[in-house]
């Protein structure tokens, strides 16, 4: 039997909105700015869902303080210009989350976006005060420290295992793991469906909309046993 979840916790970029493509333009832009190897698509793809600083670490290990800083100013100039419109939601997004609301699913977004920016991008989208509880990779720990998540999970007073974590990054699924709570793998992000099924995420998709359709049977099934 499926668990019977209470709380769904979204990443934001890659798995909500379509913004993966802005993501690897901003940091191509800045490298080659910052006078740094530009990276390509696949590398910079693999380093989304963590904190920019620890993003930009890991794209370059040997990067000094003052010049992280450079980088990251960099980085937020051009995202600011291509973001003038907020990344456009994946299909099935919006229509979704309002039914998960009106089922009586708490929301939650764990993003390694900075404040700032989820804030940005909440209110263009009217979300302002939709979710329960976000959390920003610049006020608590990157991904895959499971800081985050457990930061939600006290606030909105939720147990781990009533608790369900959705990405589309190896550091989504890992931080799910490291806080107790069962994934789901979003396939039309960042990285492969494939590449992401070593970390057992609960349920794979391709498609948004799986989602609900996953836990409309859960309900169903719930229900027939109850």
């Given at each position: 039997m499926r668990p019977d979840?209470?709380?769904l916790i979204f990443?934001?970029?890659?798995?909500?909105?379509?913004?993966i493509g802005r993501i690897v333009d901003a940091m191509q832009a800045a490298a080659h700015l910052a006078r740094r190897p530009?990276?390509?698509?696949?590398?910079?793809k693999g380093i989304i869902g963590l904190g920019l600083p620890e993003a930009i670490r890991t794209l370059y290990p040997d990067i000094t303080a003052n010049d992280l800083i450079e980088f990251r100013q960099h980085y937020a100039d051009r995202y600011m210009v291509m973001d003038v419109e907020p990344s456009k939601l994946f299909d099935g997004v919006h229509e979704s989350l309002e039914a998960f609301r009106a089922e009586g699913y708490r929301l939650a977004v764990a993003t390694g976006k900075a404040r700032r920016g989820l804030d940005r991008v909440l209110k263009a989208h009217g979300w302002t005060d939709f979710f329960d509880a976000t959390r920003a990779a610049d006020e608590t720990a990157s991904k895959p420290d499971p800081l985050m998540l457990n930061e939600i999970l006290q606030h909105c007073g939720v147990r781990p295992e009533k608790a369900l974590m959705i990405g589309d990054a190896s550091f989504d699924l890992l931080m799910a793991r490291n806080a107790g709570m069962d994934s789901v793998a979003v396939g039309y992000g960042a990285q492969a469906l494939g590449s992401l099924l070593q970390y057992q995420p609960r349920?794979?998709?391709e498609h948004f909309s799986e989602l609900r359709t996953w836990l409309g049977a859960r309900t169903a099934e719930t229900s027939l046993l109850g």
């Amino acid at each position: 039997m499926r668990p019977d979840y209470e709380l769904l916790i979204f990443d934001w970029d890659g798995t909500l909105s379509d913004s993966i493509g802005r993501i690897v333009d901003a940091m191509q832009a800045a490298a080659h700015l910052a006078r740094r190897p530009v990276r390509d698509d696949a590398a910079i793809k693999g380093i989304i869902g963590l904190g920019l600083p620890e993003a930009i670490r890991t794209l370059y290990p040997d990067i000094t303080a003052n010049d992280l800083i450079e980088f990251r100013q960099h980085y937020a100039d051009r995202y600011m210009v291509m973001d003038v419109e907020p990344s456009k939601l994946f299909d099935g997004v919006h229509e979704s989350l309002e039914a998960f609301r009106a089922e009586g699913y708490r929301l939650a977004v764990a993003t390694g976006k900075a404040r700032r920016g989820l804030d940005r991008v909440l209110k263009a989208h009217g979300w302002t005060d939709f979710f329960d509880a976000t959390r920003a990779a610049d006020e608590t720990a990157s991904k895959p420290d499971p800081l985050m998540l457990n930061e939600i999970l006290q606030h909105c007073g939720v147990r781990p295992e009533k608790a369900l974590m959705i990405g589309d990054a190896s550091f989504d699924l890992l931080m799910a793991r490291n806080a107790g709570m069962d994934s789901v793998a979003v396939g039309y992000g960042a990285q492969a469906l494939g590449s992401l099924l070593q970390y057992q995420p609960r349920l794979a998709i391709e498609h948004f909309s799986e989602l609900r359709t996953w836990l409309g049977a859960r309900t169903a099934e719930t229900s027939l046993l109850g």
